[in-house]
């Protein structure tokens, strides 16, 4: 459960830095609107466009699975912050509340368990981001959507501990993005002819125990002038 409880006040920490205070009732400190469910199936369409589902192109390619773990990191981004809107809004609880909600929920034992592994096809795997699709679409009951999810996660073998470590990664980029002008748009977002997730998941499988103070510091000697 401590790790649910650290990324959760990360995802505030971020959303609070990024959005401005009150982010939860919808509308950032620049008066944009946000719509996190708009968000999650957009990010599920690039994790599906990573598998070679096309009939008429690339047939014989493999999936990125690298992009497909990174994507399915994004789409949790987004669902912890409609689940932080939520019980904000709906006065449900603290995220250490939260958290103890979503470790008892069915599928958490097998999403957490590093060790059991499967393999499924590409389509049986593109179905499972479809039916969190449809929870997301069709029930607006939060909980049902994080239960949708990890049992999205655990079977395209991204469980917990990588989760984390990815998670991590992702929200120092994200930082990283913000101080360097993601949102103005003057952001470089190729490296040396790779993307910046790539360049972020190179530095954390070279360093695994690399705090997220060197991670952002990294970042920064590789960023390009």
């Given at each position: 459960m401590n790790r649910i409880v650290q990324m959760l006040k990360l995802q505030q920490e971020l959303n609070d830095s990024t959005n401005g205070v009150d982010w939860?009732?919808?509308?950032?400190?620049?008066?944009?609107?946000?719509?996190?469910?708009?968000?999650?199936?957009?990010?599920?369409?690039?994790?599906?466009?990573?598998?070679?589902?096309?009939?008429?192109?690339?047939?014989?390619?493999?999936?990125?699975?690298?992009?497909?773990?990174?994507?399915?990191v994004d789409i949790w981004h987004f669902i912890m912050s409609e689940a932080l809107r939520i019980y904000r809004v709906d006065s449900l609880g603290s995220i250490e509340d939260m958290a103890i909600v979503?470790?008892?929920?069915?599928?958490?034992?097998?999403?957490?368990d590093e060790n059991s592994m499967i393999?499924?096809?590409?389509y049986q795997e593109i179905e499972l981001v479809e039916e969190m699709l449809k929870i997301l679409f069709c029930n607006s009951d939060?909980?049902?959507l994080i239960i949708s999810f990890l049992e999205m996660s655990s079977k395209l073998n991204l469980k917990l501990p990588e989760l984390y470590k990815l998670y991590i990664g992702k929200n120092i980029l994200n930082k990283f993005r913000q101080d360097n002008g993601y949102k103005e748009g003057s952001y470089i977002k190729v490296w040396s002819g790779k993307?910046?997730?790539?360049?972020?998941?190179?530095?954390?499988?070279?360093?695994?125990?690399?705090?997220?103070?060197?991670?952002?510091?990294a970042l920064e000697e590789a960023y390009p002038n």
């Amino acid at each position: 459960m401590n790790r649910i409880v650290q990324m959760l006040k990360l995802q505030q920490e971020l959303n609070d830095s990024t959005n401005g205070v009150d982010w939860e009732y919808g509308v950032t400190k620049n008066g944009k609107k946000i719509d996190w469910r708009r968000c999650i199936y957009l990010e599920s369409a690039e994790l599906v466009d990573s598998y070679p589902w096309k009939h008429w192109k690339n047939i014989d390619a493999s999936p990125d699975y690298a992009n497909i773990k990174i994507e399915i990191v994004d789409i949790w981004h987004f669902i912890m912050s409609e689940a932080l809107r939520i019980y904000r809004v709906d006065s449900l609880g603290s995220i250490e509340d939260m958290a103890i909600v979503i470790s008892t929920m069915e599928g958490f034992e097998s999403f957490k368990d590093e060790n059991s592994m499967i393999r499924l096809s590409s389509y049986q795997e593109i179905e499972l981001v479809e039916e969190m699709l449809k929870i997301l679409f069709c029930n607006s009951d939060i909980n049902a959507l994080i239960i949708s999810f990890l049992e999205m996660s655990s079977k395209l073998n991204l469980k917990l501990p990588e989760l984390y470590k990815l998670y991590i990664g992702k929200n120092i980029l994200n930082k990283f993005r913000q101080d360097n002008g993601y949102k103005e748009g003057s952001y470089i977002k190729v490296w040396s002819g790779k993307e910046d997730n790539v360049v972020m998941q190179n530095i954390l499988d070279i360093y695994e125990d690399i705090t997220p103070d060197e991670l952002y510091k990294a970042l920064e000697e590789a960023y390009p002038n």
